[in-house]
Every structure is written in C-alpha cells, then in structure tokens.
C-alpha cells in the first residue's frame, strides 16, 4: 500500500532541522526540473517535476484560483516516485508541502542572509503563507517582535489577534523600522518600494509565481544584493526578477548566488 503523508505529520516536523536538510539538500546532485504553466484569466495550473538522481523524483502539481470564495485558492497534489523502479513511493499532502518548503526556503535564505541579531519582523499579507512565517521566523528568531500588513485591515486584526503579532496601518512606516521584511501577497504591481528600504534588512519575497507578478520595485532590486532558491526556475519564469531583467534594470550577473 503506498502511504499517504498528511498534516499529522507536522508533530514530527520543526523549522531549524527543516533548513538544515534543505541546505543538505543543496549539497545534493543538481536536479533536473521542468516547469509547466497553464493560464486561464488569473486562474493558473503550475506542475513542478522535480528528478534527483540516486534519490527519486517528485510532482507537484498546483492550482491558483485568486478569486475562489467558495473553496480554498490554492489546491493541489504531490506524488513522489521511486529512484530505482519508477513506481509511486509515496502521496503526501500538498498543503503540508507547500507551507514547510515555501516558509523553509524563506527561512533558510533569513538564517544564511539575515543579521543573527534581528529584533523586528514585518510579515507583509495575512494569509496562509503569512502564518507559516510567523510560525518560522519565531524559530529561528525567537526574541523578535511581529507586526503585520495587509491591504484588507480586517483580516491583518484577525491574523494579530491569531499569531500574537502587532499591526501596522502605514506600510511604508513599518519597512522603514523592521530588520526583517517577508512578503507573501498575491501582487501583480509591486507593494515594497526601493525608497522605503535602508541598508542592512533582509527582503525576503515569495508571492510571484506567474511571469506579470512582482512585489518588489525596481529601486528595491537596484539596492539589494539578489539571491534566488534557483535560477532555472526564476529568472525566465517569474515576473519579479524576469520583468527587470528583460528591461535592463538589472543583469543576470546581479543575481549574486
């Protein structure tokens, strides 16, 4: 019977032990990927398949409804399959996959690019994804203090009174006084403004996942050292660094590592 990894699985789960097997993981043979993106409006179906050589290959397969009232946004399936026959290893939940790699990415590049002594911490949305980092960073920065922004005031009082965290009204503001900025927004237009930032805070950016989406200005990548969790699977496909590259504002060799 091949097994089905669900949430229950979290018990078993912690962030710093997270991000030290995806920086082992890094160490690993480089993996053969291939991206497939399909469109209808601002409705999309991305499938991620993923191969390891030695180790096995993997699919995820993803749709993004923006405007689903009805039902979760984001719904989707992952399947691992077995180096050595090909035969599925095992179903795992793709919620539980995409909160633990998407927020422990964003907490790997916090632990190896963020100052240790960080104390404030911006989460830009109040969705699911904002929850995972709430959840993160306090691992790996226990001693910091939240606060959140979101468009809809509404649901950032909720996500506070939720996650323990303060809420900020003027956003500009609250980038200004944080050491910290991690944004995780469905934008198309950028929402952090290069202005906004001075030097020393970490950006951590993850909500583009389509060629015309962005959350971060030109000014904001002409000021910052760029750093990506892989560059076959960005810089040609998403809108935050493919829209400035194709302009000119930045060049490929930008991109520091």
């Known amino acids: 019977m091949i097994p089905f990894i669900d949430k229950d699985a979290e018990r078993h ?6 991000t030290d097997a995806l920086a082992a993981g890094h160490r690993l043979p480089r993996a053969e ?10 409705d999309t179906l991305l499938s991620r398949a993923a191969w390891i050589d030695g180790l096995g290959s993997l699919v995820k397969s993803c749709t993004i409804f923006p405007d689903n009232c009805a039902a979760p946004p984001i719904n989707g399936s992952v399947t691992l399959f077995s180096d050595a026959d090909g035969t599925p290893s095992a179903f795992l939940d793709f919620h539980l996959v995409t909160k633990w790699k998407t927020v422990g990415d964003s907490l790997l590049a916090a632990r190896l690019l963020a100052r240790p002594e960080s104390e ?3 989460i830009v949305g109040s969705g699911t994804v ?27 009082a909720a996500f506070a009174d939720r996650h323990d965290t303060d809420v900020a009204t003027d956003l500009a503001g609250a980038v200004a006084q944080a050491d910290i900025v991690t944004c995780a927004t469905m934008a198309t237009d950028p929402v952090i403004r290069g202005d906004w930032l001075r030097p020393g805070q970490h950006l951590d950016l993850i909500g583009a996942y389509r060629p015309d989406m962005r959350e971060a200005d030109d000014a904001a990548l002409r000021r910052a050292r760029i750093f990506v969790d892989s560059r076959d699977t960005v810089l040609g ?21």
């Open 120 to 122: 404030r911490i911006l």
């Open 130 to 156: 904002a929850a995972g980092l709430r959840e993160a960073y306090a691992a790996a920065f226990p001693a910091s203090r939240f606060t959140v922004w979101s468009r809809d005031p509404a649901n950032a």
């Open 13 to 18: 789960l912690d962030w710093l032990t997270l």
């Open 237 to 257: 496909h998403i809108g935050e660094l493919k829209i400035p590259l194709e302009a000119g504002v930045i060049a490929p060799g930008d991109v520091l590592a």
């Open 33 to 42: 990927i291939g991206d497939t993106f399909l469109y209808r409006g601002t």
